[in-house]
Nanobody
Framework: VQLQASGGGLVQAGGSLRLSCAAS????????MGWFRQAPGKEREFVAA????????YYADSVKGRFTISRDGAKNAVYLQMNSLKPEDAAVYYC????????????????WGQGTQVTVSS
């Protein structure tokens, strides 16, 4: 599966952005998907994941209640709606895919897209 993330940009603190990840491949519907981020000088960190059915999701504690991950099987796409953005949310965001759904914060997914930059001004 190949992944292409988009939707990053500059937003003021408190604002919103929606990231998109377009996936290619006929088996997209059998992959769980996730979002990760990496800020300058920091390690990559898990943000959110969604099961291949779209029914189950889980989030990093730092984004719970502010970010929402969703997927559209008809469009082969996964989204990350980010609300109430904080300066500490600024990072390059990556989408990822794996047949496995759980423990993305421990074992990274197998497939990665290129990142999209999110900048949050205070």
């Amino acid at each position: 599966v190949q992944l292409q993330a988009s939707g990053g940009g500059l937003v003021q603190a408190g604002g919103s952005l929606r990231l998109s990840c377009a996936a290619s491949g006929r088996t997209f519907g059998t992959y769980a998907m996730g979002w990760f981020r990496q800020a300058p000088g920091k390690e990559r960190e898990f943000v959110a994941a969604i099961s291949w059915t779209g029914v189950s999701t889980y989030y990093a504690d730092s984004v719970k209640g502010r970010f929402t991950i969703s997927r559209d099987g008809a469009k082969n796409a996964v989204y990350l709606q980010m609300n109430s953005l904080k300066p500490e949310d600024a990072a390059v965001y990556y989408c990822a895919a794996d047949k496995r759904y759980s423990d993305y914060d421990v074992v990274p997914p197998d497939y990665w897209g290129q990142g999209t930059q999110v900048t949050v001004s205070s």
